[in-house]
């Protein structure tokens, strides 16, 4: 088992940063690939970022590509969505998942094992 706990979220003005946080324990986060998911009211669990177990290789949707950066610590086994230039289309609850390290592009949800309780982001206009 993973459990993962994500943290970091907020309210924040439009063009503003916020970085979140989400925190692994239970297993070897070297063996997981991680991913940041995000549901706005009304509409399907999105995908938003992904990371490879070596921190190396990372896809982001287009939505979010020149604003968002995720990035992982290994010795804190911790996963990071920095977001900036913060849009109102951001506004969601941000979801942190992790799936062991395999070929699959992880940018779909029905790859993940385990998700975290989610952080609510919420960008005023």
């Known amino acids: 088992q993973v459990q993962l706990v994500e943290s970091g979220g907020g309210l924040v003005q439009a063009g503003g940063s916020l970085r979140l946080s989400c925190a692994a324990s239970g297993r070897t986060f070297s063996s997981y690939d991680m991913g940041w998911f995000r549901q706005a009211p009304g509409k399907e669990r999105e995908f938003v970022a992904a990371i490879r177990w070596s921190g190396l290789i990372t896809r982001y949707v287009d939505s979010v590509k020149g604003r968002f950066t995720i990035s992982r610590d290994s010795a804190k086994s911790t996963v990071y969505l920095q977001m900036n230039s913060l849009k109102p289309e951001d506004t969601a609850v941000y979801y942190c998942?992790?799936?062991?390290?395999?070929?699959?592009?992880?940018?779909?949800?029905?790859?993940?094992?385990?998700w975290g309780q989610g952080t609510q982001v919420t960008v005023s206009s």
């Open positions: 998942a992790a799936k062991l390290s395999d070929s699959s592009p992880g940018n779909w949800a029905y790859e993940y094992n385990y």
